[in-house]
């Protein structure tokens, strides 16, 4: 409750500080415009400080009452009615305060008789109409500013909803595979069986403290890729060739968790074969930190054309989705069949300071 309060305290105290420094820019400003009459600024500001503070009942009057009421609910004719009506009052007071302090508070400046006038009733108009055009100016800026803002932040809790879903997405599907296939080892060998349930805790391990991060190292990534591709071999026994390469020196890189993970899980799934089948995995790092990583798979000619095929379900789809809303502008997906091989290649622009977003 105090915290709320102080932040309340400190926003008004903010509003306030932000309207002080208008009116004295505003004061200061006019004030050297008035030294082509008057060459004592000091007196100039003495003078306009009781002059405006008329206009800047108005000024609030407009911006809190007149604008919010009739302006910002599009009753144009109404707001425009009571503004005018305004500014004729108050250029009506203004005239004879300002005739009476010119004749019975600062009588050192013969301008009393001058506001008196009907061209003194113009300048006054002129005066009011340049402070409520100033001032509506800056709060419609700040309107926008805030509003663009309030947009941005909902914008922003937009995606990261949409990211987290994209992840729960991912990971139900990789235990599900992951189960299944231990379930059919442990059928056929209750040694590789219990193989596969060690290296499955070291993924579960990583399903449960890592991939609830923004993002892990590209090393951990790695390993986590490593371990899913010994669990599928002993799965898949000798149906399945699989040839990888991974950097062994991954500096201080660092991605979003499980990204890559599909792209692996959907060869072994897409390319599975009673004649046997091949997985290539290629991926590299060149100098200026991008991540190049590449899966082929042999496929058979019976799979559609189509990269993105309701046959290859939700794992690719997602994939490029996550890496528009993480990595936009500074990454390459393509999913293509070429003859009868599956290609997936993925290319990121990493950058080491996102640490600290983990």
């Known amino acids: 409750m105090k915290t709320h309060q102080v932040t309340f305290n400190r926003t008004k105290l903010s509003v306030i500080l932000r309207h002080l420094l208008f009116w004295i820019v505003f004061l200061v400003l006019w004030s050297t415009h008035d030294l082509n009459y008057h060459r004592d600024i000091l007196e100039n500001l003495q003078t306009n400080i009781f002059a405006f503070i008329p206009y800047a009942f108005l000024v609030y009057f407009n911006l809190y009452f007149l604008s919010p009421n009739f302006l910002f609910k599009k009753k144009i004719a109404s707001y425009l009615f009571y503004l005018v009506l305004s500014i004729a009052l108050l250029t009506w007071v203004s005239s004879k305060y300002l005739y009476f302090y010119f004749t019975q508070v600062n009588t050192y400046i013969p301008t009393a008789n001058f506001f008196d006038s009907f061209e003194g009733k113009i300048a006054i108009v002129t005066e009011i109409i340049l402070s409520l055009g100033l001032s509506m100016t800056l709060f419609l800026i700040d309107q926008w500013y805030r509003k663009d803002r309030s947009l941005n932040e909902i914008e922003q809790k937009r995606l990261e909803m949409e990211l987290n879903l994209l992840k729960n997405q991912v990971n139900p599907h990789f235990l599900f595979n992951t189960l299944n296939s231990i379930y059919i080892t442990l059928g056929n060998s209750l040694v590789d069986g ?75 799934k897409h390319g599975q ?75 990121i622009a990493l950058k080491n300071d996102e640490m600290s977003n983990s």
């Open 194 to 268: 219990k193989d596969m349930l060690l290296q499955f805790s070291d993924l579960l391990s990583y399903q449960i403290y890592e991939t609830g991060k923004k993002r892990v190292s590209l090393k951990k990534e790695f390993e986590n890729l490593i371990n899913y591709i010994a669990i599928e071999r002993v799965r898949h026994k000798d149906l399945v060739t699989v040839t990888g390469t991974f950097p062994e020196n991954c500096g201080d890189l660092v991605i979003s968790p499980m990204l890559l993970l599909p792209l692996i899980e959907n060869a072994f």
């Open 273 to 347: 074969s009673s004649e046997g089948y091949q997985i290539v995995i290629t991926s590299s790092i060149t100098p200026d930190r991008t991540l190049k990583f590449s899966v082929e798979n042999t496929v058979a000619q019976s799979i559609g054309k189509s990269p993105l095929s309701k046959k290859r379900g939700i794992g690719l789809k997602n994939v490029k989705r996550r890496l528009e809303l993480i990595y936009p502008n500074r990454h390459l997906f393509t999913a293509e069949k070429i003859n009868s091989r599956f290609v997936t290649y993925v290319e």
